[in-house]
């Protein structure tokens, strides 16, 4: 074949595909909705907390006084020690305290006899005024000294009992269970002399105060929920507390509210509340910086996977297929987050298809191809 031949041959097979190119329609396929995976917000109960942080508090706290006056001669306890109530801790000299005590006892004893002798001579007189042997006013003198020496035994007695409350004074005791501080005197110093001499000071720990304040909002809050439930807030008090250190992720210390302030602080606008914790092995001591959270009855809410939330200026949204298979954008109240799901508290229903995979194929206002899931407890 020649040059001429194989140029018509080529010719021709172009005109051909050419003609059949034109009858073919030319029109723009779209392409398919993009895949996303939704599902329907999680119906659960749950258990919303109560947050605040606080500082521990010691139940009592009491400065152990020289209430007489005297030498120290014993100090009966270790520095820091723990020591029960009633056990001695100080004992000022009592040998001085002793003898106004036996003092006191025979001012008594001596007070007994003339009121024995007096009241023998008043009996006596009335016998003979009844017979008319003796005058009135013997009767009246007898009687008269029989009542002054009555009152001198009272007055024995009233000294006798102080000179007793005294020579306890010389043993200073623990008032309570607790842990002793430092001591601030030394043996053989004179103490309780013109001004009160502070001898150390006694800690209760176990149990121990944990204070914490709620902020006027959070006030208003509570009341109105308690109002809703006809309860009021001496209702709250024996309400459980969890609290936890700085240097605990969770809450692993548990007690019970027992005091909420009746007065609201116009200074800080919060309200001052506390919780009593049992403290046996003395892990927590006061003046801690704590964690307290109070949980309140479990109640129903939605919940959504957290992966599901998107942020702008406008605030929180979710993005849901709605029946149409539309995305659309849903403007929402997120709540605490449960492990992986977010609790939503205003903003969605039961029903709604919320998108959970495929996030950034979701558009708002264009179709999908939406694939239905279960939302994981």
């Known amino acids: 074949m020649n040059f001429s031949a194989l140029a018509r ?27 996303v995976t939704v599902a329907a917000p999680l119906e659960q109960e749950i258990t919303r907390y109560f947050e605040a942080t606080g500082n521990t508090a010691a139940v009592n706290t009491v400065d152990l006084v020289a209430r007489v006056q005297g030498f120290v001669q014993a100090i009966s306890y270790a520095d820091g020690d723990f020591v029960k109530k009633g056990t001695s801790l100080f004992t000022i000299e009592p040998e001085p305290y002793k003898l106004k005590v036996e003092a006191a006892q025979a ?73 002793v501080t430092a001591r601030q005197v030394s043996i053989g110093q004179l103490v309780g002399a013109n001004t009160t001499t502070v001898l150390s000071t ?63 602080d116009p200074s800080t606008g919060t309200l001052a509340a ?7 092995d003395r892990v927590l001591l006061p003046g801690y910086f704590v964690r307290v959270r109070i949980p309140s009855r479990p109640q129903p809410a939605l919940l959504v996977p957290d992966v599901a939330l998107g942020s702008d200026q406008g605030g929180r949204y979710v993005l849901v297929v709605n029946k149409d298979n539309v995305v659309e954008q849903r403007r929402v109240a997120p709540g605490p987050l449960q492990g992986e799901l977010r609790v939503i508290e205003m903003g969605l229903t039961k029903d709604d298809h919320v998108v959970v995979g495929g996030i950034m194929r979701a558009i708002p206002g264009q179709k999908v191809d939406a694939e239905l899931r279960t939302t994981a407890k």
């Open 202 to 264: 006694i800690v209760q720990i176990d149990p121990i105060y944990a204070n914490f304040t709620a902020s006027e909002r959070d006030v208003l809050q509570v009341r109105t929920n308690l109002a809703k439930t006809g309860r009021t807030p001496a209702d709250l008090l024996g309400l459980p507390v969890e609290i936890g250190l700085q240097t605990e992720s969770d809450y692993p210390h548990e007690g019970k509210l027992d005091y909420i302030a009746p007065t609201v």
């Open 274 to 280: 506390r919780a009593i914790l049992q403290n046996a």
């Open 107 to 179: 001012s008594v004893a001596s007070a007994k006899a003339n009121l024995k002798q007096t009241e023998a001579e008043f009996q006596r007189q009335a016998d003979l005024v009844t017979r008319q042997v003796s005058t009135q006013a013997n009767y009246d003198k007898a009687l008269a000294q029989r009542d002054s020496n009555q009152a001198d035994l009272q007055s024995a007695q009233a000294n006798l009992q102080q000179a007793e409350i005294n020579l306890g004074y010389t043993d200073v005791t623990a008032p309570f269970d607790g842990i």
């Open 9 to 35: 041959a080529v010719i021709v097979v172009v005109a051909a595909v050419a003609t059949a190119a034109c009858g073919q329609d030319n029109r723009y396929a779209a392409p398919p909705p993009p895949k």
